[in-house]
């Protein structure tokens, strides 16, 4: 509770960080290494899809007399963007590469994230390696929760997942 507002995270107001490192050490055992594979599961997947509706765009090329084709250029960030949207805004709060690799996003308060976030996400991790190239990776070792530069930006945390958790913790 804020002593001067009376605001708390029930009634809405100020939302505590839930997450402490110090304390629980179990959500964050191994996360950078674990973010970076489901990061390569998630960009294999993402490519599959691209693929698939690159193909579609062909054949829709040839019945729409090449109109379609115009879209090519779009397939990519659509399927990352809702791809990202849904599965980290989905229930599990993960990618499937995170849910192979046994993490998930939530918010610093604990919140489970929402589509929008998901996909804001992304484009923020897109832009960010950008612009910075493999930088923004050089934040997570030096920060007890192994946070990157858009988890700071957009106030998200990515932790093992409760099963891997309680494997860590013992």
Do not use: K
Not at 77 to 90: E, R
Not at 136 to 141: E, N, S, Y
């Amino acid at each position: 509770m804020n002593s001067s507002s009376g605001e708390t995270a029930e009634s809405g107001g100020i939302r505590p960080n839930v997450y402490f490192p110090e304390s629980q050490p179990e959500l964050f055992a191994g996360v950078l290494s674990r973010r970076l594979l489901a990061f390569l599961f998630d960009a294999a997947i993402i490519l599959a899809l691209t693929l698939a509706g690159w193909v579609l765009l062909l054949l829709l090329g040839v019945l729409t007399f090449g109109l379609a084709w115009l879209a090519m250029g779009l397939v990519f960030p659509f399927v990352a963007l809702v791809y990202s949207g849904m599965t980290l805004g989905g229930p599990n709060s993960a990618t499937l590469g995170m849910r192979i690799m046994g993490i998930e996003l939530r918010t610093w308060y604990g919140d489970r994230p929402y589509f929008v976030l998901g996909a804001v996400h992304a484009v923020f991790f897109w832009v960010s390696v950008s612009i910075l190239t493999p930088f923004i990776v050089l934040i997570g070792p030096f920060n007890s929760r192994r946070r990157l530069l858009h988890d700071f930006l957009l106030g998200t945390v990515v932790i093992n997942s409760g099963q891997q958790a309680r494997a860590l913790g013992g």
